[in-house]
Structures are given as structure tokens and as C-alpha cells.
């Protein structure tokens, strides 16, 4: 089975300052990893996908992500955060087909000026 | 290149009335289609997903129903809306390509039931 877990329910970082949202996966099968962000009332956007092949993965608008496999993990950094990327991120894990998505319970980002 | 649409954007239901939301995607074919639903601080709950026409499988027992009636078209409604209906809705379509299936998601719809 399954199963992914967002360690932080909420992240507040300055202006400027480096962003490290967690995100720890279990899974019994060559797993495909997922950032999601979603601003207010505003649908899933993705920003990145992992599927087995580099393991450091980079993604739009500065995110990048990297696969530790021996950590179970899939960890979302970004080196400077802007005001803009204030929103609530999902980490996602999928075997394969759609349906057999399994997202995280988010992580709200908040940026202080 | 591919595009969601959903509508409307925002709906005020009473208790007992129906619903229809509908999806739409262009760009691509026979692609798969998902009904999510997001409750106030809450994460994302798969309702239904279909593989093709008139293929709907669903995920939870529930007030709602969901149909394909065309390949690039997805629709959630319900005969008689609940206060626990209230939620964000969103569809989302992918594409098994390879091993992976991205989905990649449409607007959303903001449901209240009063």
C-alpha cells in the first residue's frame, strides 16, 4: 500500500529565504512523485513530477525536488522565496494508474515580507 | 496544447435541490477523468474516475453520481444536495504515458449548500 505524509502543516518563511516543504512516501512499487500548488479557490497547478529518472527533478517557477529513495523521501526546496508563492502545496504518490493517487495533506506556505 | 474547463466557477445550492457540474478538456483524447472534492480543511477525496465512455467507477458511497456522456466530457451531479456536499470540486484529466499518469487539473467549482 500507499502512503504519503507532509511533515509540516504549515511553513512561514521570509522574503528572500530558502524554502524546504518535507514530504515522506511509502510505497511497495517504483513509485511516481508529484508537487502540486494550489493558490485560494484556484485549482492544482502542477510544479513537478518525478518517474524514475534523475533523481534531482527540477520544476516551474524556481522548485526543485529530489528523490532520496534510501529516505523515502521527496522534499520541495526553493533557494529564495517570493511573495508570490504564498499558496498550499500537495506532495502526491501514484503506482501507476490515476486512480491509485494518493496526495498528502498539504503544507501552507506562508511568506512574510 | 491541452485545457480544463469547469462550470460554473461558483454555485449556491438550498438543501434538496439538484446539481450539475460539468468538465470539459480539449486538446487530447480518450483521456481519463477524475472528480475530486476538497472540504474546508481538508484534503483531496477521489470521488469517481472513468477510463472512457460510459465508464465510471467510484471511489466512496455517497449523494452524488457522475456520467461520460462524450470521450472529453465529465459531469457530477446529485437529485438532492446535502449541507455535507459543500466543497470545492474539482476535475482533472490525464493521460497514461509510459509507467506515469500526470493529471493535470481544472479550475474548480466553489459548491455552497445552504
Known amino acids: 500500500a500507499q502512503s504519503v505524509t507532509q511533515l509540516d502543516s504549515h511553513v512561514s518563511v521570509s522574503e528572500g529565504t530558502p524554502v524546504l516543504l518535507r514530504c515522506n512516501y511509502s510505497?511497495?512499487?517504483?513509485?511516481?512523485l508529484f508537487w502540486y500548488v494550489q493558490h485560494p479557490n484556484k485549482g492544482l497547478q502542477l510544479l513537478l513530477k518525478?518517474?524514475?529518472?534523475?533523481?534531482l527533478v527540477k520544476g516551474i517557477n524556481g522548485f526543485e525536488a529530489e528523490f532520496k529513495k534510501s529516505e523515502t523521501s521527496f522534499h520541495l526546496t526553493k533557494p529564495s522565496a517570493h511573495m508570490s508563492d504564498a499558496a498550499e502545496y500537495f506532495c502526491?504518490?501514484?503506482?501507476?494508474?490515476?486512480?491509485?493517487?494518493?496526495f498528502g495533506a498539504g503544507t501552507r506556505l506562508f511568506v512574510k515580507a | 496544447s491541452q485545457t480544463i474547463h469547469q462550470w460554473p466557477a461558483t454555485l449556491v445550492q438550498p438543501v434538496g435541490s439538484p446539481l450539475s457540474l460539468e468538465c470539459t478538456v480539449e486538446?487530447?483524447?480518450?483521456?481519463?477523468l477524475y472528480w475530486y472534492r476538497q472540504a474546508a480543511g481538508r484534503g483531496l477525496q477521489l470521488l469517481f474516475y472513468?477510463?472512457?465512455?460510459?465508464?465510471i467507477s467510484s471511489e466512496v458511497p455517497q449523494n452524488l453520481s457522475a456520467s461520460r456522456p462524450q470521450d472529453r466530457q465529465f459531469i457530477l451531479s446529485s437529485k438532492k444536495l446535502l449541507l455535507s456536499d459543500s466543497g470545492f470540486y474539482l476535475c482533472?484529466?490525464?493521460?497514461?504515458?509510459?509507467?506515469?499518469?500526470?493529471?493535470?487539473f481544472g479550475p474548480g467549482t466553489r459548491l455552497t449548500v445552504l
Open positions: 518525478y518517474t524514475s529518472a534523475a533523481t
Open positions: 482533472a484529466w490525464s493521460v497514461l504515458a509510459g509507467v506515469t499518469d500526470t493529471q493535470y
Open positions: 502526491v504518490v501514484t503506482e501507476g494508474r490515476g486512480f491509485k493517487t494518493i
Open positions: 486538446g487530447t483524447s480518450n483521456p481519463n
Open positions: 510505497s511497495s512499487y517504483s513509485p511516481s
Open positions: 472513468s477510463v472512457g465512455i460510459g465508464q
